[in-house]
């Protein structure tokens, strides 16, 4: 049973742009939702994280909006970069177990 | 860079074979989980060893086994290998089971042929 649902699977952006990745969840026992950001070759690295009590959180050009009604979150990336070009991945957590969704691929033209 | 280690990095083993993967943890994390990521997908927890015990195991046959030494470095066997056993496996550390924030080795790329 898929617990964590991603999309877009891909996303294109120019340079500048706000990219915007969304997750949806099924089990409301989830506390913790994070977001990875893993490049080829690569094990994920943490990006941002946010728990169900807290709607917005923000760590430098990425942000996490979180819809604990709806059951859905997302990452948005504030002035994106060449760089910023990876696999990114939302996570759902409750006693230390991750429940990944599929990924997005980012890329962001110069 | 996390501080967690992972080896081999890239291993070609052949369908029936065992394999055994090695991670250590970062320095003071107590907790290994394991994770399988095949090609294009998300990872999908396999096991957690706490303290040198299995803590929460996902969807994943009993030929897929751990074991966690006293300084918390772990390892992942996998008997009788099959192709569809083709993926990245991943190690990620913390420091006790409650705590979620994970950090993530780099992975061992296996290759079943």
């Known amino acids: 049973q898929q617990q964590v649902k991603q999309s877009p699977q891909s996303l294109i952006v120019q340079k500048g742009g706000i990219p915007i990745i969304n997750c949806a969840y099924e089990?409301?026992?989830?506390?913790?939702f994070p977001w990875y950001q893993q490049f080829p070759g690569k094990g994920p690295a943490l990006l941002i994280a946010?728990?169900?009590?807290?709607s917005e959180k923000k760590e430098g050009r990425f942000t996490i909006s979180f819809n604990k009604s709806a059951k859905q979150f997302s990452l948005h990336i504030m002035d994106s970069q060449p760089g910023d070009s990876a696999t990114y991945f939302c996570a759902a957590s409750r006693g230390g177990k991750l429940i990944f969704g599929q990924g997005t691929t980012l890329q962001v033209k110069p | 860079e996390t501080g967690v280690t992972q080896s081999p990095t890239h291993l070609i083993k052949t369908r029936g074979q065992q394999v055994t993967l090695r991670c250590s943890s970062q320095s003071g994390h107590n907790t290994v989980s394991w994770y399988q990521q095949a090609l294009g997908q998300g990872p999908q927890f396999i096991f957690q060893?706490?303290?040198?015990?299995?803590?929460g195991r996902g969807n994943f046959p009993p030929r897929f086994s751990g074991l966690q030494f006293p300084n918390y470095s772990s390892e992942l066997n996998v008997n009788a290998l099959e192709l569809d056993d083709s993926a990245l496996y991943l190690c990620a550390s913390t420091l006790g089971t409650a705590t979620d924030t994970q950090y993530f080795g780099p992975g061992t790329r296996l290759t079943v042929l």
């Open positions: 089990n409301t026992a989830f506390d913790y």
């Open positions: 946010i728990r169900p009590d807290v």
């Open positions: 060893y706490y303290r040198e015990e299995e803590n």
